[in-house]
């Protein structure tokens, strides 16, 4: 049996702070400790208080610890895809070996060889995603390593953001106690999660709705080819909800949640429910029909400026057709307003674990099964290194700090991760 590694991935949202703790095993995933609690200083997927974010952070971890009772040392951290910007790159490299085998010190040299790309002082690189490798003008080659070759070429892309984003989500989980195993675009993650491989393929739009804004990925060839955040998403509809029913936001809320309909056409006119005023001690009565119509406008107007930016994006066509999620997909007939507007196939994704059963999670799991599938592509699986720091036992005596043996590069280019720690903490010196 192989040992199982333990993964903690860190998804911070504009509505909700996600910590998951999962343990992975032969390529299947046992969650082991959840925790989500409200976000607080982050308004549309951007950092505007960092002592209440640093507090939130702190919160969510405090619930995944107590319930498996270990304290959380290193996370997978998502960011968000607002001012993620992404651009073709290619690294050619010769072959350093005297018998001609592509070996992973040539994987490193040729991934080094993309970031060569000049990037704007206020842009920081995140990551370099690999698309194909070619061998001696031999292309759509997943894994070069063991071939026989002379020129090796990768095409690639580069994903980069604000630098002063980055900074201040950085310096969120520093002052929370944590240290950053590997760093991933949210969209990223989840869309090669959520997507089938024919999906990622023919064309498809992970559309992710949370609290306080929508992230858009957009799959092609099988990688991720375009990426765009709308500041619009399910906070939004609580507030129409609060100020037509005239109503505490809580209470919109909750509305929301267990009275919700997206699609007015097959909304109940027989469901009713009250509504606490404002201001006063009366109470409202309402129908489903009714609130689908103050639901339905809002969602209206965000689906219709998803079409603006597929269009913006080129994309004109998505044979793979629209999958949903995020914490608003699961409101009752979004699948069938989508239709009607994106006129295009649509289907809803959930995570099928025990505890993550909703659509909101599927970034958290999409982050531990990128970064798993990075492990087991170079090698790291099994050998007890993987993120065997990352969560240890409250009760131990905190050992030594040993200085860790350097880790093969990753897909992405961890090598990359710790270049923007570095600059990071001059940034801060």
């Known amino acids: 049996m192989n040992q199982s590694e333990l993964y903690v991935s860190l998804d911070i949202g504009s509505s909700s702070v996600k910590v998951l703790i999962g343990e992975m095993a032969n390529k299947s995933l046992h969650v082991i400790g959840v925790g989500n609690v409200k976000s607080n200083g982050i308004r549309k997927g951007a950092i505007v208080d960092i002592d209440a974010t640093v507090q939130s952070i702190k919160k969510a971890v405090d619930q995944a610890e107590r319930m498996i009772g270990k304290s959380i040392q290193e996370v997978v951290l998502g ?128 559309i992710d709705i949370g609290g306080g804004s929508t992230s858009i990925a957009i799959f092609q060839d099988g990688h991720l080819s375009a990426t765009s955040v709308i500041p619009v998403g399910g906070d939004h509809v609580t507030k129409d909800l609060s100020i037509v029913l005239k109503t505490p936001t809580d209470q919109a809320e909750r509305i929301k949640v267990e009275y919700g309909h997206a699609f007015y056409d097959n909304a109940s006119e027989d469901e009713l429910f009250e509504v606490p ?58 699948p069938e307003l989508a239709r009607n507007i994106l006129q295009t196939r649509v289907r809803l994704f959930t995570p099928e674990f025990i505890g993550v059963r909703e659509p909101q999670y599927t970034t958290a799991v999409g982050l531990i099964q990128y970064a798993y599938m990075e492990d087991v592509f170079y090698g790291r699986i099994g050998s007890g290194a993987a993120l065997s720091e990352s969560v240890k036992i409250e009760q131990e005596p905190q050992p030594q700090k040993v200085q860790k043996q350097p880790k093969q590069p990753k897909q992405n280019g961890e090598g990359v991760v710790t270049k923007a720690k570095k600059m990071f903490d001059r940034f801060f010196e």
Do not use: W
Request: hydrophobic share 40%; charged share 25%.
């Open 79 to 206: 960011i968000p895809a607002s001012k993620v910007a992404l651009h073709p790159v290619k690294g050619v490299v010769a072959v350093n070996s005297e018998n001609r085998e592509i070996t992973d010190e040539d994987l490193d040299r040729v991934l080094e060889s993309a970031q060569v790309m000049s990037i704007p002082p206020e842009r920081e690189l995140v990551n370099v995603i690999p698309e194909q490798y070619i061998v001696d003008h031999l292309d759509e080659i997943k894994d070069p390593r063991g071939m026989i070759g002379i020129r090796l070429e990768m095409d690639g892309t580069m994903v980069t953001t604000s630098k002063t984003m980055l900074h201040n989500v950085l310096r969120c989980v520093e002052k929370a106690g944590l240290q950053i195993r590997d760093i991933y675009v949210q969209p990223l993650a989840a869309g090669y999660y959520a997507l089938t491989e024919d999906e990622k393929n023919h064309g498809t739009a992970c």
């Open 277 to 334: 005023v404002i201001g006063s001690d009366t109470r409202e009565q309402y129908s489903q029909k009714y609130i689908s119509e103050i639901i339905g406008v809002r969602l209206e107007e965000l689906f219709e400026l998803i079409l603006d930016e597929l269009y913006r994006h080129g994309v004109q066509d998505l044979p793979g057709g629209v999958v949903l999620t995020g914490g608003m997909a699961k409101l009752e007939g979004l």
